[in-house]
């Protein structure tokens, strides 16, 4: 079966720093591109980063760029967010998720064909 799983989520103070993991199985990330997204409550699921899998190019939404980096490691079949200087309006759910077109932009969440099931970040002020 083909999942992706995400953890790392939690609760930390604005200033601080949360790197999210999102786990592959049952294919693999050196074959697909993947990105985060987020959606907190009553608001719109909203691109975070995206990185591709052939040359490891990453795009990111303009509210987390310099803040905030995508990585992958493709012996774990793992990517990562690394969050820094989290602010409370970082609170959301994070999300994972494959596209296997090779975009060079930051991809809508509708051309996504696999989700995981998201990880809660909580900032607090």
């Known amino acids: 079966e083909e999942q992706l799983v995400e953890s790392g989520g939690g609760l930390v103070q604005a200033g601080q720093s949360l790197t999210l993991s999102c786990g592959a199985s049952g294919f693999t990330i050196q074959s697909w591109n993947i990105g985060w997204f987020r959606q907190a409550p009553g608001k719109a699921r909203e691109g975070v980063a995206y990185i591709k899998s052939d040359d490891g190019s990453t795009y990111y939404g303009n509210s987390v760029k310099g803040r905030f980096t995508i990585s992958k490691n493709n012996a774990k079949n793992t990517v990562y967010l690394q969050m820094n200087s989290l602010k409370p309006e970082d609170t959301a759910v994070y999300y994972c998720?494959?596209?296997?077109?090779?975009?060079?932009?930051?991809?809508?969440?509708?051309?996504?064909?696999?989700w995981g099931q998201g990880t809660q970040v909580t900032v607090s002020s």
């Open positions: 998720a494959r596209i296997y077109y090779d975009a060079t932009y930051l991809p809508n969440p509708n051309e996504y064909d696999l």
